[in-house]
């Protein structure tokens, strides 16, 4: 288990969310995205790291969930995705391969892939990790007038959280995404609705992701020694067995040709 | 009692096919060292990865399990009878892993960083490990067929030095070879909530493994018609019977344990949904499994040239169907895309597996690979002579 309880934590309350894009074109600047002037994406992809989906009038932000034990960190083999203590996960493209295990292990599909350039990134929302190295916050929550998107310590979000379902609940569906799943992220969501008609995904349960190989990998020095040993001892039994066999017939032919010459 | 055979470069009817391979596979190669992958391929953000990684890696790597399993079964169990496969085989498996390279070399965004893997390392990642055993058996298997590269290279002492640990060699080439099959499988266990049901289970490593084991045995039998039509000589029949028998049981325990795992991950309903998932999950199993088990296990037709080897040819496609169907038709599920390679695609695909052909028949060529085939096995010994039991069939 590598579970990192990151100290910073994003809390985004989809019944404050009105729609006004401001988080979108503000992540759009603080990364050097291009098209913030004009209209938003409506795709996460490679140049857009958040968006916003409408489900029946009710808005959805989305991005990265920043997992505590991540899937693509632990997936990627040359670590270029890496779970920081102060809680995101961030993304190294000098030592990426382009392998896209990270794309294809994300329970939510969140990385995106530079596939039109011949030297390609994967890209995704670094919660603005140099920014909040600083205790600054994101530019998200920065950007954000209405509440939707508040920046803090993990434990002041879950709190915060915990405290709004408390205060208000009918107002709230009793739940917090992001608390328990695939043991736990960084991004809590709050919602008036149940999580799966936002698009959620409802089908994880509380084991982080990375532990179904693990277990797997970590049986392998045992099963490989001992089918290592199992092998060559079984190769020893039988080469012994056909050694002596060999010398039986040896001493056979020898005593024959003995017999032969002593009775002419 | 060498006859001539057709040359490398001879104007044949597979010659020419593979010319024009070479030719256009290596204008879709420029291409997407230039464009990128998303020019070239029809891989995208909903569905990232495609047939190179579904078909000319997953496949490949099952196919690849033969050599060390022939290995295992004359050095480790003594069933000398079986050694003129191994070095067909083990030949094959090392082209297949060069194979496997030369396919990350193009569907990796950035492969020149390939050598990270090297003082990088994420232990907790099964892509590291399936990296590191590619390398480590194709090492292996370099080693494996050295002493028959350096005798021709008049450097025979070195030769003798490596088959003195022969038998280390091939256990630390089983051991690798087990790791190797069983992590691809391992690689999709991340991903529960992404992978549809039919294909996702706990048990996809072991599954993997004895899937390999079946093709494995199907790709000996191909091999030796390979070899017994470009070179020449008579095939061993009373060692691919046996194979065969094998292959009836492999599949035989395969079904029950693929079955069960549906079973215990809560999907059997959906093998009778009316989804293009189901139908390709069906063609895996039949033509994959059932179907050549059956062709196979029918005496009247496994003694036959044309049954053996057509139903050989249908447990491949088989199981490059079941292949695909786990990298593409599991993921593509949920995806909320539909995907189906694009011509660069396919032509990057051919172009590797002709690459590979072409590599085989080269080394056939220029080293006895297939020696034991045209003279009976004889072994330097004591005792009695070993009885060649294939005599009847050959």
């Known amino acids: 288990m590598a579970i990192v309880e990151g100290k910073y934590g994003l809390?985004?309350?989809?019944?404050?969310?009105?729609?006004?894009?401001?988080?979108?074109?503000?992540?759009?600047?603080?990364?050097?995205?291009?098209?913030?002037?004009?209209?938003?994406?409506v795709k996460l992809g490679s140049e857009s790291f958040t968006i916003l989906e409408d489900h029946d009038g009710i808005i959805r932000r989305k991005f990265c969930f920043?997992?505590?034990?991540?899937?693509?960190?632990?997936?990627?083999?040359?670590?270029?995705?890496?779970?920081?203590?102060?809680?995101?996960?961030?993304?190294?493209?000098?030592?990426?391969?382009?392998?896209?295990?990270?794309?294809?292990?994300?329970?939510?599909?969140?990385?995106?892939?530079?596939?039109d350039k011949n030297v390609p990134r994967v890209r995704k929302c670094i919660?603005?990790?140099?920014?909040?190295?600083?205790?600054?916050?994101?530019?998200?929550?920065?950007?954000?007038?209405?509440?939707?998107?508040?920046?803090?310590?993990?434990?002041?979000?879950?709190?915060?959280?915990?405290?709004?379902?408390?205060?208000?609940?009918?107002?709230?569906?009793?739940?917090?995404?992001?608390?328990?799943?695939?043991?736990?992220?960084?991004?809590?969501?709050?919602?008036?609705?149940?999580?799966?008609?936002?698009?959620?995904?409802?089908?994880?349960?509380?084991?982080?992701?990375?532990?179904?190989?693990?277990?797997?990998?970590?049986?392998?020095?045992?099963?490989?020694?001992?089918?290592?040993?199992?092998?060559?001892?079984?190769?020893?039994?039988?080469?012994?067995?056909?050694?002596?066999?060999?010398?039986?017939?040896?001493?056979?032919?020898?005593?024959?040709?003995?017999?032969?010459?002593?009775?002419? | 009692m060498?006859?001539?055979?057709?040359?490398?470069?001879?104007?044949?009817?597979?010659?020419?096919?593979?010319?024009?391979?070479?030719?256009?596979?290596?204008?879709?190669?420029?291409?997407?060292?230039?464009?990128?992958?998303?020019?070239?391929?029809?891989?995208?953000?909903?569905?990232?990865?495609?047939?190179?990684?579904?078909?000319?890696?997953?496949?490949?790597?099952?196919?690849?399990?033969?050599?060390?399993?022939?290995?295992?079964?004359?050095?480790i169990f003594g069933l000398k009878q079986y050694k003129p496969l191994v070095k067909p085989l083990v030949l094959a498996s090392l082209v297949i892993e060069i194979m496997v390279m030369l396919t990350l070399m193009l569907d990796l965004g950035k492969p020149w960083n390939i050598v990270h893997l090297i003082y990088i390392w994420n232990t907790r990642s099964v892509m590291f490990f399936v990296g590191w055993t590619v390398m480590l058996y194709t090492a292996v298997m370099i080693l494996e067929l050295s002493p028959m590269a350096l005798e021709k290279f008049k450097l025979a002492s070195w030769g003798n030095m490596v088959k003195s640990v022969s038998v280390v060699l091939v256990v630390i080439g089983a051991v690798l070879a087990v790791m190797h099959q069983t992590l691809l499988g391992t690689l999709f266990l991340i991903m529960p909530s992404r992978l549809y049901?039919?294909?996702?289970?706990?048990?996809?490593?072991?599954?993997?493994?004895?899937?390999?084991?079946?093709?494995?045995?199907?790709?000996?039998?191909?091999?030796?018609?390979?070899?017994?039509?470009?070179?020449?000589?008579?095939?061993?029949?009373?060692?691919?019977?046996?194979?065969?028998?094998?292959?009836?049981?492999?599949?035989?325990?395969?079904?029950?344990?693929?079955?069960?795992?549906?079973?215990?991950?809560?999907?059997w309903d959906l093998m009778f949904l009316p989804r293009m998932e189901t139908y390709l999950f069906w063609l895996e199993i039949l033509a994959g499994s059932v179907i050549p088990a059956i062709l196979l296990g029918i005496p009247a037709i496994r003694f036959t040239r044309t049954g053996l080897f057509w139903a050989s040819v249908l447990a491949i496609g088989g199981f490059m169907v079941a292949r695909l169907n786990v990298a593409i038709t599991g993921l593509v599920a949920g995806s909320g895309n539909v995907y189906f390679p694009n011509w660069e695609e396919i032509l990057a695909s051919l172009f590797i597996i002709a690459v590979g052909i072409k590599m085989y028949e080269f080394v056939c060529r220029n080293l006895p690979i297939f020696a034991e085939h045209e003279v009976p096995v004889e072994e330097k010994q004591t005792g009695p002579v070993v009885v060649d039991i294939s005599p009847e069939f050959s």
Request: charged content about 20%.
């Open chain 1, 66 to 115: 920043h997992c505590k034990d991540p899937a693509c960190a632990s997936a990627c083999p040359v670590t270029a995705m890496q779970k920081t203590s102060d809680g995101p996960v961030i993304y190294d493209a000098k030592r990426c391969i382009g392998c896209r295990y990270c794309m294809v292990s994300c329970p939510h599909s969140i990385p995106k892939y530079e596939w």
């Open chain 2, 2 to 75: 060498r006859k001539k055979l057709p040359g490398f470069f001879r104007l044949t009817f597979w010659n020419i096919i593979f010319f024009v391979i070479f030719i256009v596979g290596a204008w879709a190669v420029y291409r997407k060292f230039t464009l990128g992958l998303g020019h070239t391929t029809s891989t995208n953000d909903l569905t990232p990865w495609g047939i190179l990684i579904g078909l000319n890696i997953l496949s490949g790597v099952g196919f690849a399990a033969g050599g060390l399993a022939l290995s295992v079964v004359v050095k």
């Open chain 2, 197 to 267: 049901g039919l294909w996702y289970n706990p048990e996809l490593p072991l599954l993997f493994f004895v899937q390999a084991i079946g093709a494995g045995l199907a790709i000996a039998i191909l091999i030796s018609h390979y070899g017994s039509r470009t070179f020449r000589f008579p095939i061993k029949y009373g060692l691919l019977f046996n194979l065969a028998r094998v292959f009836v049981l492999v599949q035989i325990v395969y079904l029950l344990m693929r079955f069960e795992a549906v079973a215990n991950a809560g999907a």
């Open chain 1, 11 to 41: 809390l985004i309350d989809t019944t404050m969310c009105v729609g006004c894009e401001m988080c979108i074109r503000e992540c759009q600047e603080a990364n050097q995205l291009p098209g913030a002037e004009e209209d938003v994406p």
């Open chain 1, 127 to 264: 919660m603005c990790y140099k920014r909040v190295a600083e205790g600054k916050p994101t530019a998200c929550a920065e950007a954000c007038m209405f509440g939707a998107t508040t920046f803090g310590t993990f434990e002041d979000m879950l709190a915060e959280a915990l405290t709004r379902i408390k205060d208000n609940p009918e107002g709230y569906y009793p739940a917090i995404y992001g608390k328990t799943e695939a043991g736990g992220t960084q991004v809590m969501y709050l919602a008036s609705v149940p999580f799966a008609t936002l698009g959620f995904n409802v089908d994880l349960d509380d084991d982080p992701l990375p532990s179904l190989t693990e277990n797997v990998l970590n049986s392998f020095p045992n099963v490989l020694s001992v089918g290592g040993v199992a092998l060559l001892g079984t190769y020893w039994i039988i080469n012994r067995r056909m050694t002596i066999e060999q010398e039986k017939a040896l001493e056979a032919a020898i005593d024959a040709k003995n017999k032969e010459e002593v009775s002419r």
